[in-house]
């Protein structure tokens, strides 16, 4: 670890980077390392550390499971935000370009950033491994992209290049047998397993009228797997690497590691996850695990995350923490603080507190979001009602809108003190110069324009709720009907306490064509919600009586 620290200290030390995560295994002898920031910034980040890797690891000393030629194996760019694939290719080779010319290492550019189809794969780049770099490097066909074809005992090669997202995933066996998970590996990967003649295993591979071998592909595209045994945990693995979780996400690799290895006698026990992997992926493995189960998807985030951790046996060999494994919450700013991030008691509070935010707006906002959870809530206990087992999809589709919405409403409790706050800056602004003033008053304008529209957002989205609420007062548990007509009451009251503070900071604005729009709408909602309340209480009434 003191080596790594040493290696992952030099990315602290170029502003503009934050190291998100750092991700070491004893058996693999491997660290994977993601840095995070714009694009310059990284190429700097990503050469120092190289070149700290460089002066500490002798890779002639070097053992470990995974495959691997250099002291920095691979560094691959991956676009996060606001940028294309193409950009990226040009920042991947700049910094191959940089490595090759400055420290003098062989690099090999792969995926988007290749110059030849051959070398799109990694696997080629890397074919024979550091030990059989000294015959790669002399032969022609394999010359480095950038730097010298010469042999470094200390530090090998480096495969620089530009990919997707990738998700570096092990599934867990009860077995110590590598050849087994190989095998396990053999049937999932898309490359598959050589055809053989005779002997399946140790025949030799057959070959087409061109002497090309024949290959059967494996079940899953866009899946590179090997088998492995990991001392440290006493177990093998399939280690898998899923190039494009859009065709073959985590859970269906899973889920098909499972099968096969059934197939051969074996059982999965869990996985783990190698680096940081996008929430959508967690979100959708959860949910896919929920469906089998047929229970309702329309749960929390929280809890879709948890399920998906359970069943994939994420935390089979250690504990699985989401804030510090899903690239998002490792991204979000942890230091700013939310209204919602409090509890009820500190919320109510700050409330009734001397400041004047969190005010009406954030209030209405929060009923709106309470109202909705009442009628999540008779969704989910509707799908789990006995003897409706053949309802259970139905009132998950309408659970799952609830969260949407609610979602949505909580969001607003903060942006909406926000929007009051944006208003507050904007007065205090200078105001010395004719200059000053101009950019002053069209700054109070705007943020005036934004405390308008914020409100409207909750009159409109507490609105849709209602919609939720009076399906879940007509068809939903008829235990549960009474929830329903206090949502109601929470979502009425919502759009009429958002439909003051739209008509409050009205007050302030010039744009005339913008409130007659605006406010005309305001008051068609307010009267809508309040027909539509009368229609669910009514309903709601009759059948308690």
């Known amino acids: 670890m003191n080596i790594i620290n040493q290696i ?20 693999t002898n491997r660290t994977v390392v993601t840095l995070v920031g714009t694009p310059e910034e990284i190429i700097e980040a990503a050469f120092r550390c190289i070149k700290k890797a460089m002066e500490l690891i002798d890779m002639s000393k070097h053992h470990g499971e995974h495959p691997r030629f250099g002291a920095t194996d691979v560094c691959p760019f991956v676009p996060v935000a606001n940028i294309t694939m193409e950009e990226t290719v040009v920042y991947a ?37 550091y030990e059989g770099l000294p015959v790669k490097l002399s032969n022609p066909a394999w010359k480095p992209d950038f730097g010298p074809a010469e042999f470094l005992p200390k530090t090998g090669a480096i495969a620089i290049g530009a990919r997707n997202f990738l998700v570096a995933y092990n599934v867990n066996l009860n ?14 990967r898309e490359k598959g397993r050589p055809i053989r003649e005779g002997n399946p295993v140790t025949g030799k591979i057959k070959k087409d009228e061109n002497g090309k071998e024949i290959w059967t592909p494996g079940s899953l595209k866009a899946c590179k ?71 309702s998807v329309g749960i929390s985030e929280a809890e879709i995350i948890k399920i998906a951790v359970k069943s994939l046996g994420l935390d089979d060999l250690k504990p699985f923490n989401p804030k510090e494994k899903i690239i998002e919450y490792v991204l979000a700013d942890s230091e700013q603080k939310k209204l919602m991030d409090m509890t009820c008691n500190a919320f109510a509070d700050e409330t009734a507190s001397e400041s004047p935010a969190p005010g009406g707006g954030s209030i209405a906002a929060y009923m709106g979001a309470l109202g909705v959870s009442l009628g999540t809530m008779v969704a989910n206990l509707s799908s789990h009602k006995p003897g409706w087992d053949d309802r259970w999809e139905e009132f998950s589709i309408w659970a799952e809108k609830g969260q949407k919405l609610k979602e949505q409403l909580l969001w607003l409790v903060d942006e909406d003190t926000h929007a009051f706050n944006k208003i507050m800056d904007a007065f205090g602004l200078p105001k010395g110069s004719d200059a000053e003033k101009a950019i002053r008053t069209q700054a109070i304008q705007n943020a005036t324009k934004y405390a308008i529209e914020i409100p409207f957002k909750v009159m409109k989205t507490s609105f849709d709720t209602m919609e939720i609420i009076k399906a879940m007062a007509l068809t939903g548990n008829p235990n549960s009907v009474s929830d329903a007509g206090v949502g109601a009451l929470c979502a009425r009251s919502a759009v009429m306490g958002a439909h003051l503070n739209v008509k409050i900071n009205a007050s302030g604005l010039k744009d005339a064509d913008f409130l007659f729009t605006i406010l005309n709408e305001a008051q068609q909602l307010e009267e809508n919600a309040k027909q539509l309340e009368k229609e669910i209480l009514g309903i709601v009434n009759q059948k308690i009586v």
């Open 93 to 129: 080779r700049r910094l191959a370009e940089k490595v090759g010319n400055e420290l003098g290492i062989p690099v090999y550019c792969y995926e988007n950033a290749a110059f030849t189809t051959e070398r799109r794969n990694l696997a080629n780049c890397r074919s024979g491994e």
């Open 8 to 27: 992952t200290l030099q990315a602290k030390t170029v502003e503009g980077v934050r190291l998100l995560d750092v991700d070491p295994g004893a058996a």
């Open 175 to 188: 077995t110590t047998s590598t050849r087994r998970a190989n095998a396990v590996a053999f049937d999932i």
């Open 225 to 295: 797997a090997i088998g492995w045994f990991i001392e440290e945990y006493g177990i093998a693995q399939v280690s898998i690497n899923l190039t494009n979780i859009s065709i073959t996400p985590v859970h269906i690799a899973f889920e098909e590691c499972c099968q096969k290895a059934l197939e051969r006698g074996l059982r999965v026990t869990g996985s783990e996850l190698v680096g940081l992997i996008p929430l959508k992926a967690m979100i959708e493995a959860g949910k896919y695990f929920l469906h089998k189960q047929q229970r």
